[in-house]
């Protein structure tokens, strides 16, 4: 595909896909969603991390597109929704992790972008909310559900009736962000996250993702009960064996997803 509104990156086994509309400050609208939903299904076996940010110096995405929502239907919303939220899910379900780096404005869709990542930095210029009650309506890429479930009920409705735009060290200190780094620094800060996590068994750093993503909506009992079975199923792969013999023989592992 010949993306004209992402950049598609690859170095080894770490991806890199970056909204880049830059002026239009990286607004998402129909069109880079399908270039990101292309990009996503294009993913290699062997890539093992995805990073996500925004081109330009300005915004990782400053929202949905509103010269294009402007004038669309109720059912026309509809659709565009559920095309932002299959998006979000496919980056959600990734068996690997994700990584957003936030370089500037994550408003609206752009904040909801960054929570279907695993891990969100943010350099000190970034600026986040969902301020969509100021047009009138919601967010619809699943930003209402996505902030409940990470920052409770009462916060997130606080950032949803009050269209606040949280600084970074705001957004850290409630815990919608990691870690806030110079904005010279963010994509440095975070490769050498996606690094650590390069080194360390495929298959188990997946297991590990499901079994959080799956079980954070069961009980105690249930999601116990997936952890048990994730444990016991990685017994059965060459990179359990080869992760055990490198550590009694004190040498680095040499995983190979098997």
């Known amino acids: 595909m010949d993306y004209q509104n992402i950049k598609f990156?690859?170095?080894?086994?770490?991806?890199?896909?970056?909204?880049?509309?830059?002026k239009a400050?990286?607004?998402l609208n129909s069109a880079t969603f399908h270039e990101m939903e292309h990009a996503l299904n294009s993913l290699k076996e062997d890539t093992?991390?995805?990073?996500?940010?925004?081109?330009?110096?300005?915004?990782?995405?400053?929202?949905?597109?509103?010269?294009?929502?402007?004038?669309?239907?109720?059912?026309?919303?509809?659709?565009?929704?559920?095309?932002?939220?299959?998006?979000?899910?496919h980056l959600e379900n990734l068996p690997i992790p994700t990584i957003a780096a936030v370089n500037g404005f994550a408003l609206g869709g752009g904040l909801e972008l960054a929570l279907g990542c695993d891990l969100i930095y943010a350099s000190?210029?970034?600026?986040?909310?969902v301020p969509e009650?100021?047009?009138?309506?919601?967010?619809g890429f699943g930003g209402?559900?996505?902030?409940?479930?990470?920052?409770?009920?009462?916060r997130?409705?606080?950032?949803?009736?009050?269209?606040?735009?949280?600084d970074a060290a705001k957004a850290k200190e409630i815990g919608l962000v990691l870690d806030v780094v110079p904005a010279d620094k963010l994509m440095e800060h975070v490769k050498a996250v996606a690094a650590k996590i390069l080194k360390n068994g495929p298959l188990a750093v997946a297991q590990a993702k499901r079994v959080v993503e799956y079980g954070a909506d069961q009980d105690l009992r249930a999601a116990?009960?997936?952890?048990?079975?994730?444990?016991?199923?990685?017994?059965?792969?060459?990179d359990q064996r080869e992760g055990m013999a490198a550590f009694l023989a004190k040498r680095p592992a040499n995983f190979q997803g098997k």
């Open 9 to 22: 990156e690859r170095d080894g086994a770490l991806a890199l896909l970056t909204v880049d509309r830059p």
């Open 25 to 27: 400050l990286n607004a």
């Open 48 to 89: 093992r991390a995805l990073i996500v940010t925004g081109g330009g110096d300005k915004a990782f995405v400053a929202g949905a597109d509103i010269a294009e929502m402007s004038t669309i239907s109720a059912a026309q919303a509809r659709e565009f929704s559920a095309l932002g939220h299959r998006v979000f899910e």
């Open 124 to 129: 000190e210029k970034a600026k986040l909310g």
């Open 133 to 139: 009650v100021t047009l009138g309506v919601i967010p």
């Open 144 to 154: 209402t559900q996505r902030l409940t479930r990470l920052l409770g009920r009462a």
């Open 156 to 166: 997130a409705k606080e950032l949803l009736f009050t269209a606040d735009r949280l």
């Open 224 to 238: 116990n009960e997936l952890e048990r079975q994730g444990f016991a199923v990685l017994f059965g792969s060459e």
